[in-house]
């Protein structure tokens, strides 16, 4: 693996303009201010995160959750993500890490520890206060500067700082039950996404109390938050697809409240359904170039 793209690194008032591929083939880091892909992308790498400053909104799975500073982390090979840079002011660390150092890295601190992680229904976030964030933006200054020499002690020494805070901070509990899965994969199906939370729940032999808990645990958000979720990502997507009417589509995903709906959307995406909709479709079908 080579990461060939060109980064500019800023690390405390230093400037580095840094050629990525300078670095050891097989690691590669940089913080990003600005430019994150713009579309759903996964990789064949674990990558960690962690927000310097800031604010930004990250999509995973499915899940959208704004990060904060001090928030992180472990992305998987295959998570399906991206940014939404609603903070112009927000730094965040990207650790790319392929999957034998990681698993090495791992097995140094315990052996169960990669299966934990990649068994694990989310990515695994954790916290880094101030003094952390210090130290590993120290050592991967330290990284940068001895570039073309032999990195590799210290590009382990700060993965192994890295992943320490997350075992010191999390129980890194086994995958929950069968029950557990099929209820996940019911907001996967719109009858049930339009049902809401008692047609979610349905048939479901654990009291709601019990089910909200164990929810909140494994997803890091209540079962309402995510419904609300899922069900504005399905009327986005009938926003660019059908010629549904906006009333039609608040119906189809659930909300009773076309009000409700629009506020809700709004909030998501920034602007009404209907503005939405032909923001998308100017997108979509630009208008000729009056110059050619």
């Known amino acids: 693996m080579i990461f060939t793209e060109h980064y500019v690194i800023i690390e405390y008032m230093k400037t580095y303009d840094v050629q990525s591929s300078t670095l050891p083939s097989h690691f590669a880091t940089h913080l990003t201010t600005r430019g994150d892909s713009g579309f759903m992308h996964n990789h064949d790498y674990y990558e960690i995160v962690y927000i310097i400053s800031g ?7 499915n899940l959208t959750e704004v990060l904060k500073k001090s928030d992180a982390m472990i992305l998987r090979p295959g998570d399906v993500h991206d940014y939404k840079r609603i903070d112009p002011a927000c730094i965040h660390r990207d650790i790319m890490v392929p999957t034998e150092l990681f ?47 032999n990195t590799e002690p210290m ?60 929810f ?42 076309l009000s409700y709906f629009t506020n809700m959307f709004k909030k998501a995406y920034g602007m009404a359904p209907h503005q939405y909709r032909l923001k998308a479709a100017t997108r979509l079908n630009p208008p000729p170039d009056d110059k050619k």
Not at 55 to 61: G, L, P, R, T, Y
Not at 181 to 190: A, S
């Open 103 to 149: 698993a090495q890295v791992c097995g140094f601190l315990d052996p169960g520890l990669a299966a934990k992680i990649d068994n694990s229904l989310q990515p695994v976030g954790f916290s880094v206060d101030d003094a952390h964030i210090g130290y590993f933006e120290n050592i991967f200054g330290h990284i940068y500067e001895s570039a073309g020499k």
């Open 155 to 214: 590009i382990k020494g700060a993965l192994t700082s890295v992943l320490s805070t997350v075992l010191m901070q999390k129980s890194m509990s086994p995958p929950p039950s069968l029950w557990f899965l099929d209820l996940i994969t019911r907001f996967k199906r719109l009858e049930y996404v339009r049902g809401g939370i008692s047609k979610i729940l349905e048939d479901i032999s654990y009291s709601q109390i019990y089910i909200c808990r164990i």
């Open 55 to 61: 604010s930004i909104e990250h999509i995973c799975n």
């Open 216 to 257: 909140k645990k494994h997803m890091g958000c209540t079962i309402t938050e995510h419904l609300n979720t899922v069900r504005l990502n399905c009327a986005e997507s009938f926003l660019t697809t059908t010629n549904l009417s906006v009333s039609q589509i608040a119906d189809e995903v659930g909300y009773n409240s």
